[in-house]
Nanobody, 126 residues
Framework: VQLQASGGGLVQPGGSLTLFCTIS????????IGWFRQAPGKEREWVSS????????YYSDSVKGRFTISRDPKNYTAHLQMNNLQPEDTAVYSC????????????????????WGQGTLVTVSS
């Protein structure tokens, strides 16, 4: 399974961006998808996840109400719609795929994800 994140860029505070995660390989629709981010000098942080079965979604407290995760089963793409972005959202965002059962129980644990893609940089600055 291969994942590729895209859609990052420079945005002003209060602005919006949509990130895309394209999944390919064997049974791409099987896996739950998570987004993580890593800011300069900080540890990786879980952002959000979406299941592959019923579409259940999970968010960290820091993005709840501002970010929306979704997935398009037709083209095996997951999206992260980010609104009201703030400078503290600046980070490299990566998507990951994991076993649905593990992700539902532990959506924020990086160990629940087997496959990782390269990240895309989001910079929030005026």
């Amino acid at each position: 399974v291969q994942l590729q994140a895209s859609g990052g860029g420079l945005v002003q505070p209060g602005g919006s961006l949509t990130l895309f995660c394209t999944i390919s390989g064997r049974t791409p629709g099987f896996y739950a998808i998570g987004w993580f981010r890593q800011a300069p000098g900080k540890e990786r942080e879980w952002v959000s996840s979406i299941s592959s079965s019923d579409g259940s979604t999970y968010y960290s407290d820091s993005v709840k109400g501002r970010f929306t995760i979704s997935r398009d089963p037709k083209n095996y793409t997951a999206h992260l719609q980010m609104n009201n972005l703030q400078p503290e959202d600046t980070a490299v965002y990566s998507c990951a795929a994991g076993d649905p059962m593990g992700v539902v129980i532990y959506p924020s644990y990086s160990q629940a994800y087997e496959y990782w893609g390269q990240g895309t940089l989001v910079t929030v600055s005026s």
